[in-house]
């Protein structure tokens, strides 16, 4: 099982002819996903050669759905034009828009975020490395090649610590790993991927990855209490973060005590969630967490 992304999956790519797109295009369909089309309006009609196998271009993403019956999109839009394509994505109907692209103004993703709300898109991102079903299907950039289904579930802020913790937790794998992005405003949460992941049958565990700034992991806490019966081990990025410094992701803003790496430790924890302090000692409490059950 998985949530959200599987083998049936049937994936267009927004900007698939260019350089980016091109490129992540190619290793999605090396991963087994199911790619039936891109979408570009000036290059409509057109057909792109990935190794041998021919992806047809489409002028919108209606058209595209109309033709090939897609139900994901994956958009390597540049930031000024991403407001548009993902308005576009969600007025077809699509019922998953994974959204790469880095940059986009918050207005803007304010705008779409909740226009898909209102057409029943499911936006995951933006600023995302996407997600992998791992044997299935891969939805954008997220290596393919680092670890193997599995019963874990992994949601995460983080691109490079998804990476790696699906490489240090290779040997037991994933059902489902989400970056969901680290922007102040994104269109899935932790919460969402929570929720699917309880559902999920072939689930046993989940990883939690969090980071300093805004409350996220602390409305997380809040729901696991309630509603999560499944194990989650948890890792917070900016134990070490120096006070009064800006960092990387744009969400993360510390005010006070509020959104600080310990702060959202503590709320996991009371939550009965264990949070390691190190991606390699998160693994070991996911394994040690996996034996106990």
Known sequence: MAIHLTKESKVLVQGMTGGQGMRHTRRMLAAGTNVVGGVNPRKAGQTVDFDGQ???????????????????????????????????AADARIPLAVVITEGIPVHDTVAFTAHARRTGTRIVGPNCPGLITPGQSNAGIIPADITKP??????????????????????????????????????TSHIDCLAAFQDDPDTELVVLIGEIGGDAEERAAAYIREHVTKPVVGYIAGFTAPEGRTMGHAGAIVSGSAGTARAKQEALEAAGVRVGRTPTETARLVLETLRAG
């Open 150 to 187: 599995g019963p874990i579930g992994l949601v995460s802020k983080s691109g490079t610590l998804t990476y790696q913790l699906m490489y240090e937790l290779r040997d037991i794998g994933f059902s489902t790993c989400v970056g969901i992005g680290g922007d102040p405003v994104v269109g």
């Open 54 to 88: 021919a992806v047809p271009v489409f002028g919108s993403v209606a058209d595209g759905m109309r033709s090939t019956g897609a139900d994901v999109t994956v958009v390597f839009v540049p930031p000024a034009f991403a407001k548009a394509a993902v308005i576009e």
